[in-house]
């Protein structure tokens, strides 16, 4: 018959994989957006608009390209770094590093998509309706992804 401490690292080990299973549908859920972005923008050079763009508006373009690369980059860091010390000797450490990089990843894809709105919208409707627009998606992506959720957690609620 098992210990209390045996079944105890089990029910650990149960509830790690449970996160890690939370941050892996978090992951699919902000990756695919970062790599439609990544995608997107990487084709739009290559259209026949391009070079008529303003100068400062391809300064915006190429800002937004990195963030989005960058982006990418931070949101599939943990799957390859998983799959490269599997297996986890330190569940914990892991899970906090690698949420700290789905944050970075997050907060780098969440300015992507500002500095996209801004460029996009700049260039059909002006620099000022742009970055309005642009004003507003900030305002959006702050509150549904950061200042919501932090209320929630000090209300104790969720």
Same mark, same amino acid.
């Given at each position: 018959?098992?210990?209390?401490?045996?079944?105890?690292?089990?029910?650990?080990?149960?509830?790690?994989?449970?996160?890690?299973?939370?941050?892996?549908?978090?992951?699919?859920?902000?990756?695919?957006?970062?790599?439609?972005?990544?995608?997107?923008?990487?084709?739009?050079?290559?259209?026949?608009?391009? $070079? #008529?763009?303003?100068?400062?508006?391809?300064? &915006?373009?190429? *800002?937004? /390209?990195?963030?989005? +690369?960058? !982006? @990418?980059?931070?949101?599939?860091?943990?799957?390859?770094?998983?799959?490269?010390?599997?297996?986890?000797?330190?569940?914990?450490?892991?899970?906090?590093?690698?949420?700290?990089?789905?944050?970075?990843?997050?907060?780098?894809?969440? $300015? #992507?998509?500002?500095?996209?709105?801004?460029? &996009?919208?700049? *260039?059909? /409707?002006?620099?000022? +309706?742009? !970055? @309005?627009?642009?004003?507003?998606?900030?305002?959006?992506?702050?509150?549904?992804?950061?200042?919501?959720?932090?209320?929630?957690?000090?209300?104790?609620?969720?």
């Amino acid at each position: 018959m098992p210990t209390q401490e045996v079944l105890d690292n089990e029910a650990a080990e149960v509830s790690d994989d449970g996160d890690l299973t939370d941050l892996l549908g978090e992951l699919r859920v902000l990756l695919p957006t970062a790599q439609l972005l990544s995608a997107f923008l990487i084709t739009v050079p290559f259209t026949p608009g391009f $070079s #008529a763009i303003a100068y400062t508006e391809k300064w &915006v373009f190429l *800002t937004t /390209f990195v963030l989005a +690369v960058v !982006s @990418l980059i931070l949101l599939s860091a943990p799957a390859v770094q998983h799959r490269l010390i599997r297996p986890l000797l330190d569940r914990p450490r892991f899970k906090s590093f690698a949420s700290r990089q789905i944050l970075a990843g997050a907060v780098t894809l969440a $300015s #992507a998509l500002v500095s996209g709105a801004q460029l &996009v919208l700049s *260039t059909i /409707f002006g620099h000022v +309706v742009g !970055s @309005l627009a642009a004003a507003l998606v900030a305002l959006v992506i702050f509150t549904l992804w950061w200042w919501l959720p932090r209320r929630w957690k000090r209300a104790g609620k969720l």
